[in-house]
């Protein structure tokens, strides 16, 4: 089964290159569809790809990160599908409250690569035909900053102050679903690939 998304959503690519071209040192953890195309952006060391992962969990490394590494910024870049596999991380986050620590949900509304069908939290699925108010979570978690975008050009011109905002900030983009689109492959063995992680982090 598949969906047609609404005219204002962003391509993944695009939003991912926004995001891409300001990093500087900032660890970046990417998750399923997201993993699968930051790999074609960026080989930084401090991009850690949650491949193979178990769904939802992204966030919560995402905290430990960013608790451990209080002076540095933390991304993490989550599918819909993911953050409704484990929404008690959001409260998790704002108990803790670290400032570093930015969560972008990319909600495209579907499981794209297995068929893209209807996440619980798209219209589609849904008897009231609404979509889910992912911001609206957050905001009830306890973020204070929480922003959506589903315009590529205010989601490019915003990102700046974004990741100079206090944190715990919490950012949804409207993504377009991605036609045919295959799983996301771990980029090395996953053992070695965290031994050059910490290397990177404690050399930083």
């Known amino acids: ?11 993944l690519p695009a939003a991912l290159k926004a995001l891409s071209d300001l990093r500087t040192s900032e660890i970046v953890v990417t998750t ?7 790999v074609k952006l960026s080989q930084h060391p401090h991009d850690f790809v949650l491949v193979p992962s178990s769904m939802g969990q992204a966030p919560a490394m995402g905290l430990g ?4 590494r209080p ?12 953050m409704l596999m484990n ?8 108990a803790a409250a670290p400032k570093n620590l930015m969560l972008v949900v990319f909600e495209n509304g579907v499981y794209e690569v297995t068929g893209q069908q209807p996440t619980p939290g798209s219209a589609p699925a849904r ?8 911001a609206g979570m957050a905001r009830s978690a306890g973020f204070s ?5 589903d315009s590529l050009a205010d989601w490019s011109r915003d990102l700046p102050e974004l990741l100079k905002t206090e944190g715990p900030v919490f950012v949804v983009l409207k993504i377009e679903p991605m036609e045919h689109a295959v799983g ?11 031994r050059q992680f910490r290397a990177a982090l404690a050399e930083s």
């Not at 009231?128 to 992912?134: E, G, L, N, S």
């Not at 900053?145 to 975008?149: C, E, L, P, R």
């Open 1 to 11: 089964m598949t969906t047609s998304a609404p005219a204002d959503r962003m391509p």
């Open 32 to 38: 399923m569809g997201a993993a699968r195309e930051w």
């Open 65 to 68: 990160m960013a608790l451990a």
């Open 71 to 82: 002076r540095q910024k933390v991304i993490v870049c989550n599918g819909d599908g993911s």
């Open 87 to 94: 929404l008690g991380v959001l409260v998790s986050i704002t």
């Open 127 to 134: 008897e009231d035909r609404t979509d889910v108010d992912y």
């Open 145 to 149: 900053q929480v922003h959506t975008f």
């Open 184 to 194: 996301p492959r771990s980029p090395g063995p996953g053992v070695e690939r965290v």
